[in-house]
């Protein structure tokens, strides 16, 4: 499975923005997907994931504010980031969970 992540770039503090991950193979509707995000001196950490029923769940500092979404028909996967923080800034990574495979991520950048 390779996975192509879109959609990051700069926003102010409050905006929002949409990540895309699209992933080849005819077997994305099959597993889970999620969204990691690492920032500078931090460890990658687990911001959303969705399973292939649509279950979803999310991370306490984003909860409320991120969903995430598939559209197994295009084969991606993407992040609704809104209300966005300064403290979301970070490298946003997909993750296709059965493979292990990666995006190669997209820098999210949320100016005060």
């Known amino acids: 499975v390779q996975l192509q992540a879109s959609g990051g770039g700069l926003v102010q503090f409050g905006g929002s923005l949409r990540l895309s991950c699209a992933a080849s193979?005819?077997?994305?509707?099959?597993?889970?997907m999620a969204w990691y995000r690492q920032a500078p001196g931090n460890e990658r950490e687990l911001v959303a994931l969705?399973?292939?029923?649509?279950?979803?769940n999310y991370a306490n500092s984003v909860k409320g504010r991120f969903t995430i979404s598939r559209d197994n028909a295009k084969n991606t996967a993407y992040l609704q980031m809104n209300s966005l923080k300064p403290e979301d800034t970070a490298v946003y990574y997909c993750?296709?969970?059965?493979?292990?495979?990666w995006g190669q991520g997209t820098l999210v950048t949320v100016s005060s």
């Open positions: 193979g005819s077997i994305f509707g099959a597993n889970g």
């Open positions: 993750n296709h969970i059965s493979s292990g495979a």
């Open positions: 969705i399973d292939r029923s649509g279950y979803t």
